[in-house]
């Protein structure tokens, strides 16, 4: 068995290759997603006028702002994309969990996540003079957009039951973010100037406990949230 093979059993696994398959052909969510997260970088690279005295204090609630308000973008269009053509019923219909289907998404948009912060990164460091290689910034963002796609994920679903998706998504999905939102701006700040690892690790804690109990609540949620 070839890992294709592996990979098309596994529910949460075809779910998040069937997403992945299907932004490579339209190449929709990531390229707007990019362009967007970069131009909320630039625009505020401008209007901040960042210099060595404070860019310490912008860098990182500017970095995740871009993050987030990219993230509502291009969670809009994750269940979007399963009501064209009624294929949100057809999945249903499969023989496997809702918390199958749940995982799967939070997969596919943790990794569409991750790519776009990889290219994002660099060019932002670059704007503002800050290290391109900083490695303490790894597991803050790890953590931090697993549970991005947890919450985003299911508000994804509840909004795409509601006319104004594009409106209630943020009224949904901004609130509840704020803890880890608040914790990976402070563990970002050590991270990207160079300060200790012990002002890094502090807040990690508090970013997990996050994501262990929203991937639980939402999993569980998600199952009620799909079948309404």
Excluded: H
Excluded at 77 to 87: D, G, L, M, Y
Aim: hydrophobic share 60%; glycine share 6%.
């Amino acid at each position: 068995m070839n890992l294709i093979q592996w990979i098309k059993l596994n529910p949460c696994l075809a779910i998040f290759w069937k997403d992945v398959m299907y932004e490579i052909r339209s190449r929709d969510t990531l390229v707007s997603v990019l362009v967007f997260s970069l131009l909320v970088i630039v625009v505020f690279n401008f209007g901040v006028s960042p210099n060595p005295k404070n860019i310490g204090m912008f860098a990182p609630g500017i970095l995740w702002i871009a993050f987030i308000f990219g993230g509502v973008l291009g969670f809009t269009r994750t269940f979007a994309i399963e009501k064209e053509n009624n294929a949100l019923n057809g999945l249903l219909l499969t023989p496997v969990g809702r918390d199958a289907i749940y995982f799967g998404k939070v997969l596919s948009t943790f990794t569409f996540m991750l790519i776009i912060e990889i290219i994002t990164f660099p060019i932002f460091a670059v704007l503002y003079n800050l290290p391109i290689s900083a490695l303490e910034f790894i597991p803050v963002a790890l953590l931090s957009t697993l549970g991005i796609s947890a919450v985003g994920t299911l508000f994804s679903a509840m909004a795409m039951k509601t006319k104004a998706r594009e409106v209630m998504l943020p009224l949904l999905f901004l609130p509840v973010i704020v803890p880890v939102l608040v914790a990976s701006i402070e563990a970002s700040k050590p991270a990207m100037i160079g300060g200790p690892w012990s002002e890094v690790t502090m807040w990690l804690p508090i970013i997990a406990a996050f994501d262990i109990i929203f991937l639980i609540v939402c999993s569980i949620a998600f199952s009620y949230v799909i079948q309404d």
